[in-house]
């Protein structure tokens, strides 16, 4: 049976559960615990779409009369998404708000979170604006700078730690190479000569640089055991052909006289 938004009153799409007015109780039963708001109902009734300063200063829960303060709630501390629900829809849906990419409901809300050109998002200086003018906002936001190492926005106070963790060097454990701090983890995974391989043969363990020249000493010692069973079967089947000779010799007829 599909859950309808309070709102709305249609089957509820990303059904999520107010936690944000002073009712709620975590873990208990509140005035939100039985209903749930779509994620677009939701979003619009807490003006999340709107500047910080452009909303109304107040918002009434649904069924009581606790209000909440709308200029200092995000979408994180106003709904909680209901995965349980989610989880037992398996039809694809348009998104509630760009409208072009479909999907499941679990899908669909990962998608609003990292790609919706559409979705409302809110900028570290709390100006909020859709996805796709984002990166216009960050040319001008003075609390982002660019990254001329890969071209993203960072914020500004963070642009030393990014630079640090993201294109930094440091030395690797195994080989010494000096590597990228972000190339690390593929480095040891994937390019350092000391790291260590199991041999798809033996399985004992290699380190990289020794690995090549292992497998060409199972490789060589293959091409002997095949070099042998070779002859070895050369040798039966020349048995075979003399048997077979000696056997029709021995059932041949006598001449007449």
Not at 189 to 199: A, K, M
Not at 221 to 245: C, G, P, W, Y
């Amino acid at each position: 049976m599909e859950t309808p938004c309070t709102i709305c009153m249609e089957a509820a799409l990303i059904p999520v559960e107010c936690q944000c007015f002073p009712c709620f109780v975590r873990d208990g039963v509140h005035c939100h615990t039985f209903t749930r708001l779509c994620l677009r109902c939701a979003f619009f009734f807490f003006q999340l779409h709107k500047n910080p300063g452009a909303r109304d200063l107040e918002k009434k829960c649904l069924f009581c009369p606790v209000q909440i303060n709308l200029s200092r709630l995000t979408l994180t501390l106003a709904v909680r998404p209901d995965f349980f629900l989610m989880g037992r829809d398996a039809v694809r849906h348009p998104c509630p708000f760009c409208g072009e990419h479909e999907d499941t409901q679990i899908r669909l809300y990962a998608h609003l979170l990292r790609d919706c050109p559409s979705f409302s998002v809110e900028c570290a200086c709390r100006l909020v604006m859709k996805r796709e003018d984002m990166i216009y906002h960050y040319f001008l936001c003075s609390r982002h700078a660019y990254c001329g190492s890969c071209g993203s926005y960072v914020l500004r106070d963070d642009l030393d730690h990014h630079h640090r963790t993201r294109h930094g060097t440091t030395r690797c454990g195994g080989c010494d190479a000096r590597i990228r701090v972000d190339q690390e983890t593929e480095h040891a995974e994937r390019w350092c000569p000391e790291r260590l391989i199991p041999c798809a043969v033996c399985l004992c363990l290699l380190r990289s640089r020794e690995y090549e020249g292992h497998l060409l000493e199972h490789r060589a010692h293959v091409h002997r055991s095949l070099t042998e069973q070779k002859n070895v079967l050369d040798a039966l089947v020349e048995q075979h052909r003399l048997i077979e000779n000696s056997l029709r010799q021995l059932q041949r007829p006598l001449p007449e006289n």
